[in-house]
């Protein structure tokens, strides 16, 4: 079926020069190297930066040598899972964010939008309250985004159609549903361990990070990047008219459920391991489409690059700036909020100007 | 009854905490100022008494010698008799409303007025909302704010006079500066090189607290028994990471006595943590939790302190904590501690292994 659109010349904007596609992308993959090696590299814990590099390259070449020293516990059991997860999280949320706003074909929709992150927060808290952690907690995290997904799909459903309106609407009502079961599984928490656990977690964080919580989280992140990465060319069609994407042999409405779907995977994993991490999914895209335009089967590998090399470095900060940890909430949100409003500024102008 | 409570009176004065009127036309009335400065009238000594705040509940208790006048209580405080000794020591207190606040400190005006309490004690400088519910329903608010010993001293003695017992607060405050004056006398020929790094964490499980200087009453007795802050640096309670934790390299770690199961192994068993000094040379206690909580300040905090001195200057300190504990519970609650008890409060079972438990083994 992909091959009636694989040449893309009608569904692509506008083909721009492979040689500055071909820059941009080696610019993210060198910063994204940078960010990752700084990182390493930095922390509140003083390891040189050659000490922290040789640490890496020995445990590289020989992997599962014993981790004796405070150096190389503090380089590959703190910082390496927590840079990982950093990367493969804001990878992952990113490109969610782009397939999302692609068939939607509103640049502002986020998984918040479908109620996804919240049904997802409301299965942590619910597991942090019965004491459930580990593999189990990310089980329990998945079924609650992924049922919000579920009551948003009955809910939007009339008549055999889902338009696109009632989606987005359908979502926050199931989404507020969902916040107000976490305020009130706040509420009855034992305010002595089961509350700031709750707290914190919601608040986003990627300070506890471990190789157990990369291998839990890593499978469904990877994944959900993959097969949306294997959706790219439906991705563009869906991106279209319903009408014309039917009459290029697309079925509009299943292959969107495909799509929340892999976006319930991601975003499940994702706030599993983290937390809710707002605003990656909503400035990365619009960056990386200002950079290689709108065509999917480019826009997604560069938001990927592009989502986690800024998920490294604003991590990084929160753990290096003050000897406090910073919320990283608060920081994508200072970060983030600021560059949205940047981009959509220059967008508009640029609308204007065509 | 006069001559108790004008002996009340010249300490209070003396103290410059609070005015109590003993005229002659209305000699049975009590004044107290409050830490907002607003004046709360009893004709007679309160009897009924609800307590938002959660030290203070414990703090009635030793105060009037007993739970008969605690009408009302913060689920928060009810928690902390149950896992504690006073449960054991006064079994009716279980049975003490929790449901005339929040967690939060937000009153339940029905449920504070089911209790019919004469006096609501409330934190100060948290905003009108959650005392007005109190203040509206025609209830008396005391409103005491939290923090340092001196603060904590002072609301004592408000609750004191209200309850018109003040002989039983000079008695704690005497003791408690005795104690504090002994161990100041003691630690002040130490030079800073040789206090060690103390580093109190004041969450562990899911997130990781500590506190700086300022507005920590951990961090006061931490320098009061001769240790340093390892996390000054900070500005009020913040999440840190095990890195911060590896980087500060403390030479002692306190853990809270709030998260029911946090124990020393926590730190033993993690990657990172157990390679401090404070792992490494086995000095890592969790607070003990007694008639209250001793990470806060309470009636109980002088044992707090000779508890640390001696984990932290054994060789300067000889205080008997067995001895001193029963002699305490005596004052305080009128109980006779058993050696069991003892070595429940401290947590002996948990941590009886780590470095310097030994001195307060039964003998």
């Known amino acids: ?354 | 009854m006069s001559d108790r409570i004008r002996s009340g009176n010249r300490w209070l004065l003396g103290a410059g905490l609070a005015l109590a009127f003993a005229g002659a036309a209305a000699a049975e009335e009590i004044v107290i100022t409050d830490h907002e400065n607003r004046e709360i009238h009893l004709d007679a000594p309160a009897s009924r008494i609800v307590t938002i705040p959660m030290p203070l509940a414990s703090g009635v208790i030793a105060l009037s010698g007993g739970t008969d006048r605690l009408v009302g209580l913060n689920p928060l405080s009810l928690t902390a008799i149950r896992e504690g000794i006073l449960g054991k020591i006064f079994p009716d207190a279980v049975n003490i409303s929790d449901a005339v606040t929040g967690t939060d400190f937000v009153p339940n005006v029905e449920a504070l007025a089911a209790v019919n309490p004469d006096l609501v004690v409330q934190w100060a400088g948290r905003g009108p909302e959650i005392v007005d519910p109190i203040v509206n329903a025609g209830l008396n608010a005391l409103l005491i704010k939290y923090g340092t010993e001196e603060l904590t001293r002072q609301y004592m003695t408000m609750v004191a006079t209200a309850i018109g017992k003040p002989e039983r607060i000079a008695e704690l405050v005497d003791w408690s500066d005795v104690v504090q004056h002994d161990i100041e006398a003691k630690v002040a020929s130490i030079p800073q090189d040789e206090r060690p790094n103390v580093l109190y964490l004041g969450r562990s499980l899911s997130d990781i607290t500590a506190a700086g200087d300022t507005g920590s009453y951990s961090s006061w007795y931490i320098a009061l028994t001769g240790g340093r802050n390892a996390a000054a640096e900070l500005d009020g309670t913040s999440s840190i990471n095990r890195e911060q934790i590896a980087q500060w390299d403390p030479e002692v770690i306190l853990l809270n006595s709030f998260e029911p199961n946090l124990d020393v192994n926590w730190v033993y068993d993690d990657p990172i943590l157990s390679l401090t000094k404070a792992a490494q040379q086995h000095r890592v206690y969790k607070m003990p939790l007694g008639g209250y909580r001793w990470d806060p300040p309470s009636q109980e905090s002088p044992l707090t302190w000779m508890w640390l001195a001696e984990l932290l200057h054994p060789e300067l300190f000889d205080y008997d904590l067995r001895a001193e504990m029963t002699k305490a519970y005596k004052t305080l609650y009128n109980y006779q501690l058993t050696e069991a008890d003892i070595d429940g409060i401290i947590w002996t079972a948990q941590q009886g292994d780590s470095l310097g438990y030994d001195q307060f083994a039964a003998q």
């Open chain 1, 1 to 354: 079926m992909s091959t009636q659109i694989d040449d893309g010349g009608a569904i692509a904007p506008r083909w721009r020069p492979w040689s500055r596609t071909g820059f941009a992308f080696a610019s993210f993959g060198v910063a994204l190297m940078v960010a990752i090696l700084v990182s390493l590299c930095v922390g509140r814990y003083s390891v040189s930066a050659m000490t922290a590099l040789h640490i890496l390259g020995e445990a590289i070449v020989h992997p599962g040598q014993a981790i004796e020293s405070m150096d190389q516990r503090i380089v590959l059991l703190v910082r390496a899972p927590r840079v990982v997860i950093a990367a493969m999280a804001g990878a992952a949320l990113a490109t969610a964010g782009v397939a999302l706003q692609g068939v939607f074909r509103n640049p502002l929709v986020s998984p918040e939008v479908l109620g996804i992150s919240q049904g997802a927060a409301f299965g942590g808290a619910l597991a942090i309250t019965m004491g459930i952690w580990g593999v189990p907690l990310l089980g329990i995290v998945f079924i609650g985004g992924f049922s919000a997904l579920i009551a948003v799909g009955m809910l939007a459903r009339i008549n055999g159609q889902t338009e696109i309106l009632t989606v987005i609407l359908s979502g926050m009502v199931v989404g507020s549903l969902f916040s107000a079961c976490v305020s009130l599984l706040q509420f009855i928490a034992d305010p002595n361990s089961s509350l700031p656990a709750i707290v914190y977690w919601l608040m986003g964080s990627f300070a506890t990070a471990t190789w157990d919580r990369v291998l839990v989280s890593a499978p469904g992140l990877l994944l959900g990047i993959a097969l949306l990465w294997a959706l790219r060319f439906r991705l563009n069609v869906l991106s279209l008219d319903d009408s014309e994407a039917r009459s290029l042999g697309a079925r509009p409405d299943q292959e969107r459920w495909l799509v929340f779907v892999l976006v319930a995977l991601i975003v499940g994993c994702q706030v599993a391991v983290s937390g809710i991490v707002g605003w990656v999914g909503l400035v990365i895209p619009h960056a990386a489409r200002l950079i290689v335009g709108h065509d999917h089967r480019r826009l997604l590998p560069a938001t990927a690059l592009l989502g986690a090399t800024f998920m490294v470095g604003v991590d990084t900060l929160a753990r290096t700036l003050t000897a406090a940890e910073i919320p990283l909430g608060v920081l994508t949100a200072i970060i983030g909020a600021p560059a949205f409003a940047l981009l959509l500024r220059r967008h508009f102008k640029d609308r204007e100007a065509t």
